[in-house]
């Protein structure tokens, strides 16, 4: 320090400066998930959150923030969560961060977050809350669709003979609402019903499939007559595979053709083999005879 001193000069000598050493940062990033999965969609119906665990991770203070669909932070906790709430409806993602003294912002973008700021993150978990009949919230299910005298999934049947088809099918599975449903082999419906019930001895000879489709709720795009199968909508419904059905019609016998069959004749052939056999003999015998007795002419 210059003492004051009139006509007296005064210099100031240098004084030490201490370099100043940024803080050593010793924030680390563990990771989050549920059993594993890291995109989980459960019915928000059911339960009010979903359980979580965080593995490593180090530093001061702790906590994790949920973004929205553009990254954007919109809220902050502080602790480490043991289950995560997501409003019904509606699809969240989580970060846990290891901080030490800094807290991620509201608003701020996670992009924007990096080793400077010695603020950790782990990985993203996503987590969706169904409800109604979205999503896991959706209970409809097929296990199996078939024949039921032989559990087979295909059948050749013959129309038009006067006999009946009729068959019944069986199913195994879940929802509030099955609906039965006939296509053509281009997946055109010609068919509604609501039991598993069929007769096509009256039906045009081709292929058909047989579906079955079970579904919550109301569907967005019902099957009718006329429409595809293809342009079912709804927000929770199950199609089944198909049972194929094969319509033969029936082969009237020609009577000047008769078959044969395994290349083998029946009773029946033989004896039109025989009689022709006969005819041919008869007739060849007759026109040598005739041959034979005719007189020259002089």
């Known amino acids: 320090m210059c003492a004051e001193a009139t006509g007296a000069s005064c210099t100031l000598s240098a004084l030490p400066v201490s370099e100043v050493q940024p803080p050593t940062c010793s924030a680390s990033a563990g990771k989050i998930s549920s059993d594993g999965r890291t995109e989980i969609d459960f019915c ?73 700021d010695c603020i950790a993150l782990s990985n993203p978990i996503t987590i969706t809350a169904s409800r109604g009949t979205q999503g896991a919230c959706c209970k409809a299910s097929v296990t199996s669709f078939t024949i039921a005298d032989d559990g087979a999934t295909s059948r050749t049947i013959t129309v038009g003979d006067g006999q009946s088809n009729e068959f019944e099918t069986t199913t195994t599975s879940a929802g509030d609402n099955a609906t039965y449903i006939v296509t053509d082999s281009d997946g055109n419906i010609t068919a509604v019903s609501d039991n598993g019930i069929y007769n096509f001895e009256n039906a045009t000879p081709g292929q058909c499939n047989i579906y079955l489709l079970v579904f919550d709720g109301v569907l967005n795009f019902a099957p009718q007559e006329g429409r595809n199968i293809s342009q079912l909508v709804g927000q929770c419904f199950v199609l089944s595979d198909p049972i194929i059905i094969t319509k033969e019609t029936v082969i009237t016998p020609d009577p000047d053709n008769p078959p ?39």
């Open 44 to 116: 928000g119906d059911d339960a009010p959150g979903i359980a979580v665990q965080v593995v490593g991770g180090s530093g001061n203070s702790t906590g994790y923030i949920s973004v929205d669909a553009d990254g954007l932070i919109r809220s902050t906790s502080f602790g480490i969560p043991d289950e995560l709430n997501v409003c019904c409806g509606f699809t969240t993602t989580f970060y846990v961060f290891w901080s030490d003294g800094t807290v991620p912002e509201f608003d701020t973008n996670v992009t924007d977050i990096d080793s400077s």
């Open 260 to 298: 044969i069959v395994n290349g083998i004749p029946t009773m029946g052939e033989w004896l039109l083999i025989s009689f022709a056999l006969i005819l041919m003999i008869f007739g060849t015998v007759a026109m040598k005879e005739y041959v034979v007795w005719v007189p020259k002419k002089n």
